[in-house]
Nanobody, 121 residues
Framework: QVQLVESGGGLVQAGGSLRLSCAAS????????MGWFRQAPGKEREFVGT???????NYANSVKGRFTISRDNTKNTVYLQMNSLKPEDTAVYFC???????????????WGQGTQVTVSS
């Protein structure tokens, strides 16, 4: 069993930055792929990015060059650094854990509760 807890969301002006954290419990964190997804009101959950157990990252085109995912296996934590934020980045952000890095949400077994990010124009 893995439990995930996101933190770091909030209100920021366009052009600003936020860093989200996802703290994981469980001994299997270092071997798990981690994903970040987001869901805006009235929209489906969408892929943001992933990081494999080895540290290989992959990003959605909409965030590439602005967002960076990293992980610290000694702290069982994965991070999402978000720079140059835009109003369209406003959403609830979720982290997820699974056996492989994948852009599809169905690949992940465990999910956090989400953290709200609001970007004002």
């Amino acid at each position: 069993q893995v439990q995930l807890v996101e933190s770091g969301g909030g209100l920021v002006q366009a052009g600003g930055s936020l860093r989200l954290s996802c703290a994981a419990s469980g001994r299997t964190f270092s071997s798990a792929a981690m994903g970040w997804f987001r869901q805006a009101p009235g929209k489906e959950r969408e892929f943001v990015g992933t990081i494999s157990w080895a540290g290989t990252t992959n990003y959605a085109n909409s965030v590439k060059g602005r967002f960076t995912i990293s992980r610290d296996n000694t702290k069982n934590t994965v991070y999402l650094q978000m720079n140059s934020l835009k109003p369209e980045d406003t959403a609830v952000y979720f982290c997820a854990a699974g056996p492989r890095a994948d852009a599809y949400s169905t690949a992940y077994n465990y999910w956090g509760q989400g953290t709200q990010v609001t970007v004002s124009s």
